[in-house]
């Protein structure tokens, strides 16, 4: 059972053969030594007789207000400090009562759901309500099929809405995906679930090991490592059309793809040539093209999302596992961690930082766990994220670099857990089975 990280898996795979802030505070975007806003978030009212309508408020109210609890930029006003009466249209709005303890809120969400003839219509406002001249920031109206599964993407909308508004302009997260590992079938297959742990559902049925799913940028297709008849390739599933597509088999064991940010290159580790070094092919797979040339493995490789000039990686060429920084082609090569067993580099969608999983102590006896990392790329600086102990690994940045995704068995399993990206608010998004590297979507 392959259960280390990328480097872990060549190395096991290599030694098989080819049989088969606190103390160093560093601002990470998610709004730390700002005060947040204070949004109170009312449930929304029942506007029709309709007899769906009951269970589709239900989840339109909790998909709302988990979406802007888990946002990281607001404080969300608990209900129990709400007025009696709570507005469902502007007209029944009462500021004082919203903007004055003990709600004491700034903001104020609220609107009103409908079913009628098969379909959901929701109209939400966003107030300020300590603007009692032009309260009003925000006014929208949705109408969808009457479904469960459109109430939660009217709700992820409304949320998203909010968020760009009140959060500098940054897109929200609510409609992004997350790809991972699951042997919960008895297969490690590659799984997708919403970026809250909802709609699980698996997108391969290979019957074999798949590893390591990358989404694209567009979001029409996933990468990922697959033990195939002929050993480990990189094989590629198309979202569009719903299933697996043909990518070429490059000889060796072919792990870990990830894809630049306009879409037109992935790089990914292969040991065609003897040795598991970096390579760089077009995404239809022509044009290869290596990057590394040292002797160790050479594996992981990630991609700056911003300027698509760096490639960060994880090597073994002195030893334990490190993370590496290179221009992409392969120039300039800086070495970024000094000690212990640093894996998994994702880069955050500003390029600015790199999360990596690190047993900073490591060896027999040593003190410590592997847990989730973030450093600085310009000043080197670092800030530990996880304290749970166990080991955690494969942490991905969601779109808006305010959340960080990441397996841990600190329950006794693995499991995907996401925390914001200061490690805050961590909460677990798996249950069933074991579950591993998750890699959120671009957008």
């Known amino acids: 059972m392959i259960k280390r990280s990328a480097f872990a898996l060549v190395a096991v795979l290599l030694l098989a053969g080819s049989a088969l802030a606190q103390q160093d505070w560093i601002r990470t975007g998610t709004g730390l030594g700002v005060e947040k806003v204070r949004l109170a978030v009312p449930d929304f009212k029942q506007a029709s007789a309709d007899p769906t309508s009951e269970a589709l408020l239900k989840v339109f109210d909790d998909t709302l207000w988990n979406d802007l609890s888990q946002a990281g930029i607001f404080d969300v006003v608990s209900k129990s400090f709400y007025p009696l009466q709570v507005p469902g249209a502007p007209d029944e709005v009462k500021l004082d009562a919203w903007a004055n303890p003990p709600a004491n809120a700034g903001m104020l969400a609220f609107g009103n759901l409908s079913a009628s003839a098969g379909d959901v219509l929701v ?28 109430a939660r993407l009217i709700a992820h909308r409304f949320a998203d809405e909010i968020i760009f508004r009140l959060g500098g302009g940054i897109q929200g997260i609510a409609e992004s995906k997350i790809a991972f590992v699951s042997a919960r079938s008895g297969h490690k297959e590659i799984w997708v679930m919403d970026y809250d742990g909802a709609n699980q559902r698996p997108l391969t049925h290979l019957g074999s090991i798949a590893l390591s799913p990358r989404f694209s940028p567009d979001s029409s297709r996933v990468a990922f490592s697959a033990m195939t008849g002929g050993g480990w390739n990189i094989a590629m599933y198309s979202l569009d059309l719903g299933r697996m597509v043909s990518f070429p088999h490059f000889g060796g064991t072919n792990l870990s793809p990830a894809w630049s940010p306009e879409g037109k290159q992935i790089a990914f580790s292969t040991s065609r040539t003897g040795d598991p ?31 698509g000039a760096q490639i960060a990686w994880v090597s073994g060429r002195t030893g334990l596992p490190q993370i590496y920084m290179m221009e992409s082609d392969g120039t300039n090569p800086q070495r970024m961690t000094d000690q212990g067993y640093a894996v998994s580099p994702s880069w955050s969608p500003n390029g600015q930082f790199l999360a990596f999983a690190w047993i900073r102590h490591y060896g027999p006896g040593m003190p410590g766990a592997q847990d989730i990392y973030v450093m600085d790329i310009a000043s080197k600086q670092i800030v530990q994220l996880t304290h749970e102990g166990g080991r955690n690994d494969f942490p991905s940045w969601s779109p808006d670099g305010r959340h960080i995704v990441f397996q841990s068995n600190r329950g006794g399993r693995d499991e995907i857990w996401t925390m914001l990206a200061d490690g805050a608010q961590q909460h677990q998004l798996t249950s069933s089975g074991h579950n591993t590297q998750p890699n959120w979507s671009w957008k």
């Open 123 to 150: 109209q939400g406002w966003l107030y300020d309500v300590k603007n009692t001249q032009s309260p009003q920031v925000l006014g929208k109206q949705y109408r969808e099929k009457a479904t469960p599964e459109n």
């Open 277 to 307: 070094e970096i390579f760089i092919c077009d995404s239809d797979g022509s044009h290869l093209r290596r990057v590394t040339a040292y002797h160790g493995p050479d594996v992981a490789p990630v991609w700056n999302p911003k300027t």
